[in-house]
């Protein structure tokens, strides 16, 4: 499985990005996606998520109110809409999938996700 990032860049503090994470296979009706950032110099957070089946889905604290999380099966692609972006929340982001359906209470854990794509840079200039 592959998966790649895209919609990273420079942005201007209160700006928004959308990000997408193409997959290699199809998306079916287990498993979930994951979204995680790192920022240099700190461990790796998550943000977001979602299952694909059912659209449940969790964002963190970090970013609620300003991510959404959504995907497309049909082009097994998930996205993340970023706004009101902050320079804190410069960082490299991760997608990530599953490859089982996992309850929606472990959505926000690393080991629940088996692969992971390189990581899209995102800076936010204050």
């Known amino acids: 499985v592959q998966l790649v990032e895209s919609g990273g860049g420079l942005v201007q503090a209160g700006g928004s990005l959308r990000l997408s994470c193409a997959s290699s296979?199809?998306?079916?009706?287990?498993?979930?996606m994951g979204w995680f950032r790192q920022a240099s110099g700190k461990e790796r957070e998550f943000i977001a998520a979602?299952?694909?089946?059912?659209?449940?889905?969790r964002v963190a604290d970090s970013v609620k109110g300003r991510a959404t999380i959504s995907r497309d099966r049909v082009k097994s692609t998930g996205y993340l809409q970023l706004n009101s972006l902050k320079p804190e929340d410069t960082a490299v982001y991760f997608c990530?999938?599953?490859?089982?359906?996992?309850?929606?209470?472990?959505?926000?854990?690393?080991?629940?996700?088996?692969?992971w794509g390189q990581g899209t840079q995102v800076t936010v200039s204050s």
């Open positions: 990530a999938t599953t490859k089982s359906r996992p309850i929606s209470s472990s959505l926000g854990r690393e080991d629940v996700y088996a692969y």
């Open positions: 296979v199809l998306a079916t009706t287990t498993g979930a």
């Open positions: 979602i299952r694909w089946s059912d659209r449940d889905s």
